[in-house]
């Protein structure tokens, strides 16, 4: 138990839409990260966030995007949803003063 | 960042100790050695992780080579619990908490 939690569990959507999913950490976890996990890989950095600005960010475009809030929650927005947008979206938190990540179990998004 | 290079698979018998191998050949002074593992349907659990000298905490040990590059994460006594895919991770520290996952391990541990 990592006391980091993500919603919805499983998201189906269409090409072409637009989806935001959802990330919630413990307090004082001021540093969110969020990854891509494609069936049989590992996980592919999107970005970071750190008291609510990105710092640090992946090879991908800019429909993704994302927002960290001050109750160390944070979403990750995609839109234009592509086939090959389909995975496991992961989200880690890390608390002040630690390099420690704190993994969710993920939202397993489809895209038809 | 530094690759790194796992192999595939492996499988260990349950009670015994699994000694999971990793080559990281081109990791630089101040990249740190990093070990995660990923359970089916969970997200990636750290391990342990480590500079230059050996670490060991109650999950594992870390045995890094001298020259660094090379590793070996040790589950002492893995149960079936431990089967699970084992990722080993080259972090530089400038790049705050971007971590750069491969294709990792998996770790089949048998009755």
């Known amino acids: 138990e990592t006391g980091v939690t993500q919603s919805p569990t499983h998201l189906i959507k269409t090409r072409g839409q637009q989806v935001t999913l959802r990330c919630s950490s413990q307090s004082g976890h001021n540093t969110v990260s969020w990854y891509q996990q494609a069936l049989g890989q590992g996980p592919q950095f999107i970005f970071q966030?750190?008291?609510?600005?990105?710092?640090g960010r992946g090879n991908f475009p800019p429909r993704f995007s994302g927002l960290q809030f001050p109750n160390y929650s944070s979403e990750l927005n995609v839109n234009a949803l592509e086939l090959d947008d389909s995975a496991l979206y992961l989200c880690?938190?890390?608390?002040?003063?630690?390099?420690?990540?704190?993994f969710g179990p993920g939202t397993r998004l489809t895209v038809t | 960042d530094a690759k790194t290079t796992q192999p595939p698979s492996m499988d260990c018998a349950e009670g015994r100790a699994a000694n999971l191998p990793c080559n990281h050949s081109t990791i630089s002074g101040n990249e740190y050695v990093y070990w995660y593992r990923q359970i089916h349907s969970q997200g990636p659990q750290y391990i342990i992780h480590g500079l230059k000298n050996n670490e060991t905490n109650e999950m594992a040990s870390l045995i890094i080579t001298e020259d660094r590059k090379s590793s070996t994460l040790i589950l002492p006594h893995a149960t079936l619990r431990d089967t699970a895919v084992y990722y080993c991770?080259?972090?530089?520290?400038?790049?705050?908490?971007?971590?750069?996952f491969g294709a990792g391990t998996i770790l089949r541990v048998k009755s």
């Open positions: 991770i080259v972090r530089n520290m400038e790049y705050g908490n971007k971590l750069v």
């Open positions: 966030y750190y008291r609510e600005e990105e710092n």
């Open positions: 880690a938190s890390t608390p002040s003063g630690s390099d420690e990540q704190y």
